[in-house]
């Protein structure tokens, strides 16, 4: 009470000082456009809107506050001292000490400038028994009205620690003075933080003390302390946003929020994001360490059989396959075949394509003669092939040719008449060598083929290695020499493959040809035709080959005749050696005769496939298959007691993967060479390509 009677005494100027203190508060707060707010947003100390003017206080003051009215008091003679006219200097409070300032000095009529990008910056509460130091808001105060003739002293804006609250022991507040026009404020400038902090929980509010009756009938806070009026802050509007005021130095920091909400509301969604997905693992079990194998190890095979399957339905098909599923021989009825065969040397005889129908005698080697010749034309055939009708190169006839025939004549050996730098063509320098067997001649085509007779004999032996002649050794190109041996078995096979070149055939065919070399006189070696020594041509289908005969190696006859069987003509090749009778050469001549007609009466048609009859399948690979069946009857010639093999080919063709019933597919054949028959295979059923299940499961 004393407090407040000395108030009293200094007159109005203090109830004044009062007034326009918590007036310039109120305004200032509309001017920022935000109050002073804790955590929650709810502006603290705040008044009713719609108060006109603030009651004076008649409860005495609260001990506590007792700090607060020493502050308050000071205002007070501050601002009463300024009435008087006193003017203090700028940035000094009553006391003398600077005060701590926010920004540059402003004069009154300078509005305060403002960021609208700035967001407003919650400050802590004050508690309840803080003492104004630890006041977490900045204040604003401006001088009381003047008159309008005194000049007005610019005053610098003063943060205190906290709002001194007039309490009841000061001096009854005035009336609420009249609101100042906009240019009459002051502004005060606070510099923005430089980095916003990050948005917290509200603070709980906790609940005021209902303040006593007295103390509502005088316009006491809850504490004892007067309460001034204040303004609610402006809306905000579009992005503006107000100033962040700053936190005296020393202020507490309000505590933290729990992420998870009070009773203030809900965490901010970042928090309660983090708390969702920072959820703790479940403790570890064994049934969960299976169940996790389970999905890897199960998503893994997944993928894997998803891969598999694709690559196996993607890759290439394989090529269907022919397969014969009938034996792959037949055995001709009848007992073993007898044949005139010779009562000494060696023979064969042999039907081209169906197999051997005998032989007589040891196969070992002997001289055979002008036999050897067939190797020779053989290879000069092969290196200088012959088309049908074509006469091919002319060969010049050189010194060593003509005097082999002048030594050859007195000798009695084969030749025919040539003279040097005459010239003869390849083929009928062929037809003298197989018709007359001309010694001269051969030599003549050795030396053309091969610049010396030693490198063609070596191609000779190379060539019956290669035909597998094991017991054939060749000395010279026309087998005049007693060592040029060979066996009846091995010129067979040179005699198959000497058949097959269609210009031998149609050379040893002949009977006879018209020299160009000879001189036309009455001998055999000057006659303008030469005639063919197998007496045979053209007798009983004989078309060759070659005759061959020596003091040393007898008489000798490799032979071949056609045979028509059916449908098909049959060839027979044979050889009669070592034949000493005399006359030697028409004694292997007449053995060779006997054999070729026993042998064409030995062969007869007989059918090994009838028509429709199932003879092999179509394997597409994948184990799929169709069945193919015979487009007709196959009769085979055979002879008693003969086995003839059986293939099943696609003739060189590509397999389709998937055809219609009754497509041709293959060729089912008996036989080979000159003596092949063949009849066309056809599908039984209609080919389709593999299952998708067929295409995924393959191994291979």
């Keep these: 009470m004393n407090q407040k009677n000395g108030a009293k005494a200094d007159g109005v100027s203090d109830a004044e000082s009062v007034k326009d203190e918590s007036s310039v508060t109120a305004a200032s707060d509309v001017k920022d456009g935000s109050g002073v707010k804790d955590g929650s947003g709810v502006t603290d100390g705040v008044a009713d809107a719609t108060q006109a003017a603030v009651p004076?206080?008649?409860?005495?003051?609260?001990?506590?506050?007792?700090?607060?009215?020493?502050?308050?008091?000071?205002?007070?003679?501050?601002?009463?001292?300024?009435?008087?006219?006193?003017?203090?200097?700028?940035g000094t409070d009553s006391s003398g000490t600077p005060p701590q300032s926010e920004g540059p000095v402003r004069p009154d009529d300078e509005p305060a400038p403002s960021d609208a990008s700035a967001p407003s910056r919650p400050s802590a509460p004050p508690e309840p028994d803080a003492s104004p130091s630890e006041a977490p808001a900045a204040t604003r105060t401006r001088d009381k009205p003047e008159d309008p003739g005194t000049p007005r002293t610019p005053t610098t804006p003063t943060a205190s620690a906290t709002p001194a609250a007039p309490t009841a022991s000061t001096a009854p507040a005035a009336p609420a003075a009249p609101r100042e026009s906009e240019s009459e404020r002051t502004s005060e400038f606070v510099a923005?933080?430089?980095?916003?902090?990050?948005?917290?929980?509200?603070?709980?509010?906790?609940?005021?003390?209902?303040?006593?009756?007295?103390?509502?009938?005088?316009?006491?806070?809850?504490?004892?302390?007067?309460?001034?009026?204040?303004?609610g802050a402006p809306p905000v509007q579009g992005d503006d946003r107000t100033m962040a005021l700053t936190a005296p130095p020393g202020a507490?920091?309000?505590?933290?929020?729990?992420?998870?909400?009070?009773?203030?509301g809900a965490p901010p969604p970042l928090d309660l994001l983090a708390q969702l997905t920072n959820t703790p693992p479940k403790p570890e079990t064994p049934v969960r360490t299976v169940a996790r194998r389970i999905k890897i190890w199960g998503t893994l095979a997944v993928l894997l059989a998803i891969v598999v399957v694709t690559v196996q339905a993607l890759r290439p098909l394989p090529a269907p396959t022919?397969?014969?599923?009938?034996?792959?021989s037949h055995t001709a009825s009848g007992g073993a075949l007898s044949l005139p065969w010779p009562t000494e040397g060696q023979a064969v005889v042999d039907i081209d394509g169906l197999g051997r129908m005998g032989t007589y005698g040891e196969m070992k080697p002997l001289p055979i003669g002008s036999v050897a010749k067939v190797m020779t034309t053989y290879l000069?055939?092969?290196d200088h092939p012959l088309k049908p009708g074509d006469k091919g190169p002319m060969i010049p006839v050189d010194q060593k040719a003509q005097d082999d025939y002048t030594t050859g004549v007195p000798q009695r050996e084969s030749v025919v008449e040539v003279k040097a730098g005459q010239q003869?063509?390849?083929?009928?320098?062929?037809?003298?060598?197989?018709?007359p067997s001309a010694n001269n001649v051969a030599r003549l085509l050795a030396r053309w083929d091969a610049s010396t007779e030693e490198t063609f004999i070596k191609k000779m032996n190379d060539t019956a290695?290669?035909?597998?002649m094991t017991n054939t050794t060749y000395t010279d190109a026309s087998g005049l020499k007693e060592s040029t041996v060979s066996t009846a078995d091995d010129q067979v096979k040179l005699a198959k493959r000497a058949m097959a070149v269609p210009t031998f055939r149609e050379i040893t065919r002949l009977p006879s040809?018209?020299?160009?070399?000879?001189?036309?006189?009455?001998?055999?070696?000057?006659?303008?035709?030469?005639?063919?020594?197998?007496?045979?041509?053209?007798?009983?289908?004989?078309?060759?080959?070659?005759?061959?005969?020596?003091?040393?190696?007898?008489?000798?006859?490799?032979?071949?005749?056609?045979?028509?069987?059916?449908?098909?003509?049959?060839?027979?090749?044979?050889?009669?050696?070592?034949?000493?009778?005399?006359?030697?050469?028409?004694?292997?001549?007449?053995?060779?005769?006997?054999?070729?007609?026993?042998?064409?009466?030995?062969?007869?048609?007989?059918?090994?496939?009838?028509?429709?009859?199932?003879?092999?399948?179509?394997?597409?690979?994948?184990?799929?298959?169709?069945?193919?069946?015979?487009?007709?009857?196959?009769?085979?010639?055979?002879?008693?007691?003969?086995?003839?093999?059986?293939?099943?080919?696609?003739?060189?063709?590509?397999?389709?993967?998937?055809?219609?019933?009754?497509?041709?597919?293959?060729?089912?054949?008996?036989?080979?060479?000159?003596?092949?028959?063949?009849?066309?295979?056809?599908?039984?059923?209609?080919?389709?390509?593999?299952?998708?299940?067929?295409?995924?499961?393959?191994?291979?």
């Design 56 to 90: 004076p206080s008649t409860a005495p003051a609260h001990d506590g506050a007792r700090g607060q009215d020493r502050d308050h008091d000071t205002r007070e003679d501050d601002g009463a001292r300024r009435s008087d006219g006193d003017t203090e200097a700028p």
């Design 192 to 231: 923005l933080k430089p980095d916003l902090p990050r948005p917290v929980a509200p603070r709980p509010v906790a609940p005021a003390p209902t303040p006593s009756r007295a103390a509502k009938t005088h316009g006491e806070g809850p504490d004892g302390s007067e309460r001034t009026r204040e303004f």
């Design 252 to 264: 507490t920091p309000p505590p933290s929020t729990p992420a998870t909400g009070g009773p203030a």
């Design 322 to 328: 022919l397969e014969l599923t009938v034996p792959a």
């Design 380 to 382: 000069i055939l092969r």
């Design 424 to 435: 003869i063509s390849e083929r009928e320098a062929l037809q003298a060598v197989m018709l």
């Design 465 to 468: 290695k290669e035909f597998g």
């Design 513 to 700: 040809y018209t020299s160009t070399t000879t001189s036309g006189g009455s001998t055999v070696e000057t006659a303008r035709t030469q005639r063919n020594f197998n007496s045979l041509v053209p007798l009983y289908g004989v078309v060759g080959i070659k005759t061959g005969s020596t003091t040393k190696a007898g008489g000798n006859l490799l032979f071949a005749a056609e045979k028509t069987v059916g449908d098909s003509k049959q060839l027979i090749i044979g050889a009669v050696f070592g034949q000493h009778k005399p006359n030697i050469i028409e004694t292997a001549t007449a053995a060779s005769k006997n054999l070729i007609l026993a042998a064409g009466n030995a062969l007869r048609n007989e059918t090994v496939v009838k028509k429709g009859e199932v003879v092999g399948r179509v394997d597409d690979g994948l184990g799929g298959t169709v069945p193919v069946v015979a487009a007709k009857d196959l009769a085979v010639p055979v002879w008693s007691g003969a086995a003839v093999g059986i293939k099943l080919t696609d003739d060189g063709k590509k397999l389709p993967h998937s055809a219609k019933a009754g497509t041709v597919v293959g060729t089912l054949t008996v036989g080979g060479g000159t003596g092949e028959v063949k009849v066309p295979v056809t599908l039984r059923d209609a080919l389709s390509e593999p299952s998708f299940g067929s295409k995924i499961t393959r191994l291979g």
